[in-house]
Nanobody, 120 residues
């Protein structure tokens, strides 16, 4: 019913930048919060950043000042601009949306994940 398609991951050197995108499609009628989470090997999934439909943002302390989350409500798309990347940012990044589907109601939707590797 709802598809969250991510793009933009890859391999980058320390200090480099990447931009992740995630578009929601399907029978989704409305979206409240959208966000990015990440999971490194052997660790639990953790919040990276969230953004409300009105544009209010929240960031993990570890990425403040380096990452910027934004969204295009008309396209149901959320972005994550990642600058000054560090090796400890290496993880699989997942997008998330709190969306409303007609006939189903509000639900939590996840992307398939995109690998970000920061290494020299």
């Amino acid at each position: 019913q709802v598809h969250m398609v991510e793009s933009g991951g890859g391999l980058v050197q320390p200090g480099g930048s990447l931009r992740l995108s995630c578009a929601a499609s399907g029978r989704i009628f409305s979206i409240n919060d959208m966000g990015w989470y990440r999971q490194a090997p052997g660790k639990q999934r953790e919040l990276v950043a969230t953004i409300t439909s009105g544009g209010s943002t929240n960031y993990a302390d570890s990425v403040k000042g380096r990452f910027t989350i934004s969204r295009d409500n008309a396209k149901n798309t959320v972005y994550l601009q990642m600058n000054s990347l560090k090796p400890e940012d290496t993880a699989v990044y997942y997008c998330n949306a709190d969306g409303y589907v007609s006939g189903t109601g509000w639900g939590d939707y996840w992307g398939q994940g995109t690998q970000v590797t920061v290494s020299s």
